[in-house]
T-cell receptor
């Protein structure tokens, strides 16, 4: 079955540490997205990529970085500059046609030790 | 500016009763509207969408939604609620630039 795989499911970060969240898709989608979900705030866009080797900042990109070296993969790094990283992180992808729904992975929950 | 509003943080309904989860939107041009459901510690699952055509859209798990252009609304409905429908529901709108905007979510609780 085609889908999006996020790993790990749970992640803990120490002070001053960078951590990387993995997102892999086998849907052959060009576009991929990272969202942050906090209670009562819905989803906020961190970064998105419409094509390999290109990505754009979303609404809350500070303290995060991404890469898109392969179509299937869009890893997110939460850097030590992100002072409040505790959240649920969701990766999504979609195809080029307007009106296509985004497909989501099952998320990574990041907590601070 | 594009936006989506879900005016109710929480909706409670008795099992077997009809349910409605409200959504209003603001977007330039024709809207592309979506509903998603999220179960605890899971990603969002697509339920249904409105692109064009019939104002009543049918989706997964017996859900449907009614597009009302004059009221800029896209309310999610189900004739008979199940306990298993209890979850977090998100409305989303896509504009002509293909950007997707989410509402803040509505938690539905179906009471046995």
């Amino acid at each position: 079955d085609g889908g999006i795989t996020q790993s790990p499911k749970y992640l803990f970060r120490k002070e001053g540490q960078n951590v990387t969240l993995s997102c892999e898709q086998n849907l052959n989608h060009d576009a991929m997205y990272w969202y942050r979900q906090d209670p009562g705030q819905g989803l906020r866009l961190i970064y998105y990529s419409q094509i390999v080797n290109d990505f754009q900042k979303g609404d809350i990109a500070e303290g995060y970085s991404v890469s898109r070296e392969k179509k299937e993969s869009f890893p997110l790094t939460v850097t030590s500059a992100q002072k409040n990283p505790t959240a649920f992180y969701l990766c999504a992808s979609d195809g080029p046609a307007i009106g296509q729904p985004q497909h989501f992975g099952d998320g990574t929950r990041l907590s601070i030790l | 500016a594009q936006s989506v509003a879900q005016p109710e943080d929480q909706v409670n309904v008795a099992e077997g009763n009809p349910l409605t989860v409200k959504c209003t939107y603001s977007v330039s041009g024709n809207p592309y509207l979506f509903w998603y459901v999220q179960y605890p510690n899971r990603g969002l699952q697509f339920l249904l969408k409105y692109i064009t055509g019939d104002n009543l859209v049918k989706g997964s798990y017996g859900f449907e939604a009614e597009f009302n252009k004059s009221q800029t609304s896209f309310h999610l409905k189900k004739p008979s609620a199940l306990v298993s429908d209890s979850a977090l529901y998100f409305c989303a709108v896509r504009d002509i630039t293909n950007n997707l905007f989410f509402g803040t979510g509505t938690r539905l609780t179906v009471i046995p």
